[in-house]
């Protein structure tokens, strides 16, 4: 073994690690750009649904609509999204989710003894109140994501009338 085979192997080893190691890179960026995404798309739909909620008059508010509410894809993509966001955009989206699961967590547990419970809580303007600051958080939350992976608002916009249309169709 001469001195030039052991070092054109060492310059092959750490060119082909340099390879592996930016390859990981892109491949983490890739994935925590999707999770972002999936979390904005989430976050929209949200927004959707607590906007149409609070377009209705307090006694004709519906259940079904604030029901749709989710966290999941947020619960389960958090950290991912996270490590996207300054401490700004962090907190951002952190707030405006408690905001959500704790909406989520109340109507679950008013339904439990009687579904009027959550619906009699709707028309409340405690609700009202609540409803109204998760949206301003909801939207805060978007501007940091949108800052970060852009969906275009013309996409988003087109993609909740097809939802309308084909809800209106049932």
């Not at 999707?34 to 209705?56: C, F, G, K, P, Q």
């Not at 008059?57 to 999204?81: C, H, L, N, Q, Y």
């Amino acid at each position: 073994m001469t001195i030039d085979n052991l070092a054109s192997g060492l310059i092959g080893a750490i060119i082909g690690g340099v390879i592996v190691v930016w390859a990981e890179q892109w491949r983490w960026r890739r994935e925590n750009r999707a999770a972002a995404r999936m979390v904005l798309i989430e976050l929209n739909t949200n927004v959707t649904y607590l906007n149409r909620v609070l377009s209705a008059a307090p006694e004709k508010r519906s259940r079904t609509d604030i029901g749709m509410f989710s966290a999941s894809i947020w619960e389960a993509e958090r950290v991912r999204v996270g490590s996207m966001l300054d401490a700004r955009g962090q907190m951002a989206l952190t707030t405006a989710y408690q905001g959500a699961s704790a909406i989520i967590r109340l109507l679950k547990a008013l339904d439990g003894p009687t579904p009027e419970a959550a619906e009699a809580w709707l028309r409340s303007k405690g609700a009202d109140d609540s409803l109204r600051m998760t949206l301003v958080l909801l939207r805060l939350a978007d501007e940091a994501l949108q800052r970060v992976v852009p969906i275009p608002s013309g996409m988003i916009d087109d993609w909740n009338r097809e939802n309308e249309k084909a809800e209106a169709k049932r």
